[in-house]
């Protein structure tokens, strides 16, 4: 790619516009699917430079394209390959054609049509020799879910993961761009945030307003990148992490000392909690988004600990079922 610019890339063949696209095939944004379209390349452009630096060998899993505004900006930037996952099959004859005008580019477009949560990225990416870049602009609910999926599997090096460098971006609400990466002390700082600061560094690039997309949606949207820390802050299973942090956190306005203890039967509860927290040297007195992420691991550390002398708590569950998980916004 002798035409390879450092800023935007190399320039496409000449083809319809995005607008024209999505005229020419007809593809109304579907509200219940939550589509809301970027069409100004500037921003398309700015949100693959969020992601750093693609080289020629890189592949990128793109999210979501949509009738493709995002996917252009990457093709200009030459990756190897590109996968893209995208659930409306609308979509497909404006992709189709994306991938002709990446031909002569030497990348390599591969179009699924599918829903990424079900996606196997091990099978359809299956080679690790090049780094990998996940990036998408998908409806607020699923890429919530979506990064708690790809955090599990960042813990056990699996699926995306199984190099190290695998860095995502991605869009969020802004409210949820920002609690991801809320600092201690920050009044947004929820489970979302420790979890995503366990096993990633998010930073948060960029706010998009809202009426830069079509259709216009109520809430402006954040860019955040998430860097998959070299050396995660823990090797706990994620799933144990999860659930101390969650019961902390489900009484976010108490002592966190409040939400721990809901992790043990009433009748054992104090004590055990005042045992735990002392271990882990932990001030009680404080509210759990005072708690750094080191404090958030020290009080599973010692709650894993507990559990393997006392398995017979392991199922408590205070509020008599099992907690969905889903709902990471609390
Ligand atoms: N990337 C385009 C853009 O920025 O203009 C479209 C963004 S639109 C907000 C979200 C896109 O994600 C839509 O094309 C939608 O069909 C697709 N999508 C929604 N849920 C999905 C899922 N579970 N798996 C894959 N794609 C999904």
């Not at 759990?288 to 020290?298: A, I, T």
């Amino acid at each position: 790619a002798a035409a390879r610019v450092l800023t935007g890339g190399v320039r496409l063949p000449p083809m319809p516009t995005i607008r024209d696209l999505v005229k020419l095939y007809k593809l109304q944004a579907i509200k219940y699917m939550s589509q809301n379209f970027i069409m100004d390349e500037r921003l398309t452009d700015k949100i693959v430079k969020s992601a750093g630096r693609i080289d020629p060998h890189d592949t990128v899993l793109e999210v979501g394209p949509g009738p493709g505004g995002i996917t252009r900006s990457i093709i200009r930037r030459t990756p190897g390959r590109l996968v893209l996952v995208e659930k409306d099959a609308r979509f497909m004859p404006a992709l189709e054609l994306l991938k002709e005008c990446a031909r002569p580019l030497q990348t390599q477009v591969d179009i699924y049509e599918g829903d990424i949560l079900r996606f196997d990225i091990e099978k359809h990416v299956s080679e690790i020799e090049h780094r990998l870049h996940l990036i998408g602009n998908l409806p607020f609910s699923i890429s919530t879910r979506l990064l708690i999926n790809w955090i599990h599997d960042l813990s056990l090096r699996r699926g995306a993961f199984r190099r190290s460098d695998t860095a995502m971006t991605l869009t969020f609400q802004k409210e949820v761009a920002e609690r991801i990466c809320a600092p201690l002390g920050h009044d947004q700082r929820c489970r979302l945030s420790i979890m995503s600061q366990i096993w990633t560094q998010p930073l948060m690039k960029f706010i998009i307003p809202g009426k830069a997309f079509v259709p216009k949606p109520d809430v402006d949207v954040g860019v955040v990148k998430l860097i998959p820390l070299k050396q995660p802050k823990t090797l706990l299973p994620f799933e144990l992490v999860e659930r101390v942090v969650r019961h902390v956190f489900n009484m976010r306005q108490k002592y966190c000392r409040r939400g721990y203890s809901t992790l043990f039967p009433p009748k054992d509860r104090d004590d055990i909690t005042d045992s735990l927290f002392e271990l882990a040297d932990v001030d009680p007195i404080i509210r759990p988004f005072e708690l750094s992420v080191e404090e958030h691991l020290r009080l599973a550390t010692v709650y894993a600990e507990f559990m393997q002398k006392h398995p017979e708590f392991a199922d408590y569950d205070y509020r008599g079922r099992k907690q969905p998980v889903e709902n990471y916004l609390d």
